[in-house]
């Protein structure tokens, strides 16, 4: 897909229903156990009659692959001092080499949305591995205005792509069934976005390895201790009651 407008951005409106059409071809590529671990605007091609079509499957990958031909790659390329663009759109367990993963083509759908809105990728600049590993990615409004562009994108899309670009898998949607669900009820589909997203969405700075859910799970352990200690006061107390 090539930009429409001087800017080099899309609207929302006008990408709204290829990203409904990229998300059957994706959900349809993962029921068939394929990860495409490639996508990004470049391989997004769209037919004369308007429908989009997911392009180069050359490094797609199956599931049950353990080291994948990418990833072996970027090893390839950073120790020749040189990274390839494709790295942009990768997943920080992609990056890392992990087994393929539908998450990975979340990731890389939620990096493909963003830069057609935005016109630029999460991270384009100086060290994008370790940005995409730690560094959480700026919102898309905070973008624009850095770069002087404006764009109306909606609340929910703007939850979607920072839900996509959750550095941990479980962060991100399920699947692009889930993301064409959370689509087309315009974020009005309760459970589409993972529980997980949707409360990192409400940190201000959720860092790698600290998102919410982890400070949700030590919450719920605290609260936990905090009601077996009045437990146990409360049985003492009766204990001492009934000896009293």
């Known amino acids: 897909i090539s930009a429409s407008k001087i800017n080099g951005i899309f609207s929302w409106e006008e990408i709204k229903v290829w990203m409904i059409q990229l998300c059957d071809a994706l959900e349809y590529a993962h029921d068939e156990k394929i990860v495409h671990?490639?996508?990004?605007?470049?391989?997004?091609?769209?037919?004369?009659?308007?429908?989009?079509?997911?392009?180069?499957?050359?490094?797609?990958?199956?599931m049950a692959d353990s080291v994948?031909?990418?990833?072996?790659?970027?090893?390839?390329?950073?120790?020749?001092?040189?990274?390839?663009?494709?790295?942009?759109y990768m997943s920080p367990q992609q990056m890392g080499g992990g087994a393929p993963q539908a998450t990975d083509d979340i990731y890389a759908f939620g990096s493909t949305v963003y830069e057609l809105l935005t016109g630029k990728p999460p991270f384009y600049t100086g060290k994008v591995?370790?940005?995409?590993?730690?560094?959480?990615?700026?919102?898309?409004?905070?973008?624009?205005?850095?770069?002087?562009?404006?764009?109306?994108i909606?609340?929910?899309?703007?939850?979607?792509?920072?839900?996509?670009?959750?550095?941990?898998?479980?962060?991100?949607?399920?699947?692009?069934?889930?993301?064409?669900?959370?689509?087309?009820?315009?974020?009005?589909?309760?459970?589409?976005?993972?529980?997980?997203?949707?409360?990192?969405?409400?940190?201000?700075?959720?860092?790698?390895?600290?998102?919410?859910?982890?400070?949700?799970?030590s919450q719920g352990k605290a609260t936990t201790y905090v009601m077996a200690a009045i437990a146990i006061l409360i049985v003492v107390w009766l204990g001492i009651g009934l000896k009293g």
């Open 68 to 88: 994948t031909r990418s990833s072996e790659s970027f090893a390839q390329t950073l120790a020749q001092g040189f990274v390839s663009g494709t790295v942009l």
């Open 154 to 217: 909606p609340g929910y899309v703007n939850k979607l792509v920072m839900a996509c670009l959750a550095k941990k898998q479980e962060g991100r949607p399920a699947s692009a069934g889930a993301i064409r669900v959370w689509i087309e009820s315009e974020g009005k589909a309760k459970g589409a976005l993972s529980k997980v997203s949707t409360k990192t969405l409400r940190m201000k700075n959720p860092a790698w390895g600290k998102g919410e859910a982890a400070g949700d799970k």
């Open 129 to 152: 591995d370790h940005q995409i590993l730690s560094v959480t990615p700026k919102p898309m409004n905070q973008r624009l205005a850095e770069f002087g562009f404006e764009n109306e």
């Open 37 to 62: 671990r490639d996508l990004k605007p470049d391989n997004l091609m769209i037919t004369r009659d308007g429908r989009l079509k997911l392009a180069d499957f050359g490094i797609a990958a199956s």
